[in-house]
């Protein structure tokens, strides 16, 4: 089974770091080989013929290969990098380039109004109308949660062609927060996920039963520095998954009373939700 050209260049990258041009690592294979031989369970113990014999060899090679990898810290870390919903930045910091300020009279950005048709609604009936709209043109039903959140209200919703998805954005009652339901649709190699740095710790959760990853955290800009900084501790919580051809994440930014019960689990409970 052939790998994706993103997944073969990860699983390069992150060789070329944690084994360095110094290190020879096959003295250390053929000391597993020979234990190997030595122990109450050896290859020889195995009869096979013909096109059997041919196929034990690479099976044993790729045997071999999965025990160093669960069996050195190197091969623990890979492990835990290789991410199927976050892409992997550099490193826990980045430079960030300086931004002029605008003038006191400058007109300041406004904020996206959600889809047209729907101007004078508020509330559910503007929820519907924009869902109605999104649908209309990505071509593909949304899904949303069966009943409304506890703390969020509507706010509006977007539509984007690479990819090719849908956002639902929601206002945390008296401000302070926010989250974004983003659904859409095409391989997940042409999504240009924001970076997180390996030092992030990615959870392995489920939605369903299907395989979801969660992150909590963000790059943060200091006062006074020039450098972006991984923040673990920052309010910002990513849960992502895919169902059958969708791909999903749901966002949180911030971390306010009204919205406290969504932790961990609580996303999780509200992508279980979704209708």
Known sequence: MDHPPRLRQQLRQLAEEMVPDEVDLWPRL??????TRQGTVSMN??????????????????????AVVVATPQGRILAQRIWQFFTPAAGPTFPVPVVQLPEAEAPTAVPP????GCEGLAGA????????????????????PAQDVPGLEFVYAQVSDEPLAATVVYNAVGGGAGLALTQGRGPLDQIVWEAIPP?????QV????LPAEYVRGTFVVYAGAREATWNAEAP????RWRAGDTW???RLDGGVEAVAQLDRAGLIALAESLR
């Open 30 to 35: 053929q000391a597993r080989l020979r234990a």
């Open 45 to 66: 113990t195995f009869k096979f013929s013909g096109r059997r014999r041919w196929l034990a060899l690479p099976l044993a090679a790729v045997t071999l290969g999965l």
């Open 113 to 116: 109004a959600g889809l047209a």
């Open 125 to 144: 009936a503007a929820l519907a109308c924009q869902t109605a709209r999104a649908e209309a043109a990505l071509g593909f039903d949304l899904v949303l």
């Open 199 to 203: 030092e992030a710790l990615v959870e």
């Open 206 to 209: 489920q939605v369903h039963g």
């Open 236 to 239: 910002v919580q990513r849960l």
């Open 248 to 250: 999903f994440e749901l």
